[in-house]
């Protein structure tokens, strides 16, 4: 048996960003045949309630979107994944939080 796992685990960072009237996000993790770029735009879209042609992407690139350790096995869609539904939400809350409170209501009133 092979251990592929990175020796202190795989890690991995996500960014999402309103800009131009849709979302970029940035992720480290590269694409190379397994679906990745898919699954993020997926998850993101999800969180944010919108589609997924709507999320532009900066992948593979360390200096845009933070540090990932790698591709392995299918941590570009668990870890990775993990890491954009992380970010996605965490804008989402924001964005309902600016509106409630512009508006004078609850957050929990808000829906993207």
Known sequence: MIDTIPPRGHVAESRIAVEDGGYVLAFGTAEFGNGTTTVHAQVAAQALGTAPDRIRLRQS????????????????????????????????????????????????????
Request: with cysteine.
């Open 61 to 112: 690139d360390t200096d845009a979107s933070g540090h990932d350790s790698g591709a392995f096995g299918s941590t570009g869609t668990v870890v990775a994944g993990a890491a954009t539904l992380r970010a996605a939400r965490a804008l989402a809350a924001d964005l309902r939080e600016t509106v409630a409170d512009r508006l004078g209501i609850a957050p929990e009133a808000c829906a993207l």
